[in-house]
DNA sequence: TTTTTGGTTCTGTACCAAGAGAACCAAATT
DNA sequence: AATTTGGTTCTCTTGGTACAGAACCAAAAA
């Protein structure tokens, strides 16, 4: 395993790290979060196990750790090149179309939940339930609008 | 500090429960959870220190750390009475209008970091940049459909 | 002034998760 | 058959955090 470092910019590393925060936010660990930054920024979108470990630093372990993770998360992906046996890692955060439609299912769950809750609520507490009952108009009410949404935008592209 | 404990029926214990894992998922601590499920879930949406720390049978500082990250976090709000000197705990989750016009501004600087990503990287990676670009061009458009979005659906309100 | 109320802060413990480092392993290469 | 490559898995350390319990404290009440 030779040294396969990228190199990158002092801005190229920056932007590293400053995405790498926005995942972090998220809840993310600081290696996993820097995986996806850097598959953004690195001029080749597709690295593979070694060019991450020497260009982050880190031990492997936390690699591939990151990398299984990053995995069933659904964040990236894996390439096999013909000929070659190591695999390449790419981004999935550009397949986001996706991940749009699944998070509707999800928001389905919650409203769910809120329907229980103001169900059971007594009546005597008028604009809280009604501020609830609000809420979940809304979520169901942006599910549905989001199909025409992105056909909108899709006819409006150049 | 007598016992302030508030009377939950066995389903709004499980709702408070359902309520709180749903948070947990989101990163938050088993306590801040339940709090705000309770705040959910129980008849008065106003509920003070001790009826929180009776009723979830938690210390007091894990009421109090909680709190205060709830109010930190812009989750609830503190409520004074006149002629109280108690504070009262109530959930910000029916003000979610503004949370979302917040949100907006967050996803700005999200796609502040993206164009400047876009803008620092070669041009021989076509498609990857494409679909950035696109992303970049998605997130905008839901951020300037959003107001008329929220009109269409104020209209269309019974 | 003393006591009570409504909390906050400090200290200690227990747990959990991230990451390092090394051992390990299967497939490919020599 | 021996070695190299491309990782995975195991163990250990470290750091952080949630929570309990108790001490503490300021404002209000008595």
Not at 81 to 96: D, H, N
Not at 104 to 117: A, C, N, P, W, Y
Request: glycine share 4%.
């Amino acid at each position: 395993m030779e040294d396969s470092k990228i190199h990158l910019s002092e801005e190229q590393k920056t932007l590293v790290e400053r995405l790498g925060m926005t995942y972090e936010r998220s809840g993310m660990t600081q290696v996993a979060s820097r995986i996806l930054g850097l598959l953004l920024v690195s001029e080749d979108p597709d690295l593979t196990f070694d060019q991450l470990q020497a260009t982050l630093g880190v031990s492997k372990s936390a690699i591939s750790n990151s990398l299984n993770f990053l995995i069933n998360t659904n964040k990236i992906e894996e390439i096999s090149r013909l000929g070659e046996r190591k695999r390449y890692f790419r981004s999935k955060v550009l397949q986001w179309k996706e991940e749009i439609k699944k998070s509707s299912s999800q928001m389905t769950q919650f409203t769910d939940l809120l329907k229980t809750v103001l169900k059971q609520r007594p009546g005597n507490t008028l604009e809280f339930n009604q501020n609830l009952a609000e809420l979940i108009d809304f979520m169901e009410f942006m599910r549905e609008e989001m199909p025409m949404l992105f056909k909108k935008w899709e006819s409006r592209k150049k």
